[in-house]
């Protein structure tokens, strides 16, 4: 079972709010900003997830270990609701919502399920879960949607997202956490950035293919590669036409992460018109925009709408497209400077000053204190 951190106290008392996850790493950015949010409301919080625990939230109760394997995960599943002793429970993980559900109403305990991707759709873009191999994970996410919507609190971070109907049911858009955020003027040479996870999908091998035909540019990578995808990227990296132009950073906690983008010139959002991505509205792009970096995207329809409406990026059709701009931008920076112009403006204008990440710690304050 996963182990505490270091960093980590130990609490006399019951935490508040327990954040149980087996498929989540404790970097995950959104954890870090529920947590964030709970904590400015004086709440104490408990997480269990994967990774290295001093990858978690700062000030939190933190319990990480390895991923394992698909058995590992599904033991873990039935026993990580019984480890926490939180007043609140909160899961992120679909397959957890049934287990967790069952123990929260024998101990009388409130439950928040978060609902933060189409989990359908999702498992329509990755290969192991189609056909009969995958017909437990979509009977799980099926069950999971419809048990979520009988929790105390049901979070989704789009309209969209299901369940539309629940007990009790909340929208926490993926905004920015502006402490994580390091806002400054490009630096250096001409330096692109992704942050987020990495696979084919989500424009992985567009945007090194955008690079290597951009030769003044390099690019940062900072997120966890699939595995799938390792092996390829390594060796295309290694080539001699991109040797030392793209540095791979793993998974970082937010702060970390967005630290590493300061003095960039421009970021990268090649989402793939996938089933999972077509009406998402991915978080960096609002990240980068209120970073002040020029945003070069592909034309899904919400990133489409807000990149046309702030006027602080470029929507491209294609490879060749994408590294002709990083190569006109390179040539002609006063371009670059308007665009970053438009990001901040846009973003100080549209950004709310007060999270959905608030609300929602307002609305955990309220089930503590029986109001709900």
Do not use: C
């Amino acid at each position: 079972m996963p182990k505490a951190g270091p960093h980590t106290g130990a609490r006399s008392t019951a935490p508040d709010v327990g954040i149980i996850t087996t498929g989540h790493d404790v970097a995950d950015a959104r954890l870090h900003k529920i947590t964030a949010a709970l904590q400015h409301r004086g709440l104490s919080v408990e997480l269990w997830g994967l990774g290295d625990a001093e990858g978690g939230p700062a000030g939190a109760s933190v319990h990480a270990g390895p991923r394992g394997s698909m058995l590992q995960r599904l033991a873990r599943t039935a026993v990580l609701p019984w480890r926490t002793n939180a007043k609140v429970v909160m899961t992120v993980d679909p397959d957890m919502i049934p287990i967790t559900r069952l123990v929260t109403t024998l101990r009388r305990r409130r439950m928040v399920a978060d609902v933060h991707e189409d989990y359908r759709r999702l498992l329509a873009d990755r290969a192991w879960a189609k056909g009969p191999a995958g017909l437990p994970a979509r009977l799980i996410v099926r069950a999971g949607s419809k048990l979520a919507a009988g929790a105390d609190l049901t979070v989704v971070a789009d309209s969209y997202l299901p369940p539309h109907q629940a007990k009790r049911r909340l929208v926490v858009q993926n905004f920015p956490y502006i402490p994580f955020l390091t806002p400054a003027p490009p630096s250096g040479t001409p330096r692109a950035v992704y942050v987020g996870d990495l696979r084919a999908s989500r424009g992985l091998f567009d945007m090194v293919e955008t690079v290597a035909a951009a030769p003044d540019w390099s690019l940062d990578l900072i997120g966890p590669v699939a595995p799938s995808d390792r092996d390829r990227l390594e060796a295309r990296i290694a080539e001699p036409d991109l040797a030392g132009r793209i540095r791979l950073h793993g998974r970082q906690p937010p702060a970390d992460a967005w630290r590493l983008t300061k003095g960039a010139w421009a970021s990268l959002a090649m989402l793939q018109p996938t089933p999972a991505f077509v009406e998402a509205m991915p978080s960096k792009i609002y990240e980068y925009l209120a970073s002040g970096f020029p945003v070069l995207s592909t034309r899904l329809p919400r990133q489409t709408k807000v990149i046309e409406e702030s006027g602080g990026g470029v929507l491209v059709d294609s490879v060749a497209e994408a590294s002709e701009t990083l190569r006109r931008w390179s040539a002609d920076p006063g371009e670059l400077e308007k665009l970053r112009d438009h990001a901040l403006q846009w973003a100080a204008d549209h950004l709310p000053a007060t999270t959905p990440y608030d609300e929602l710690a307002d609305a955990i304050v309220d089930l503590l204190k029986g109001r709900v």
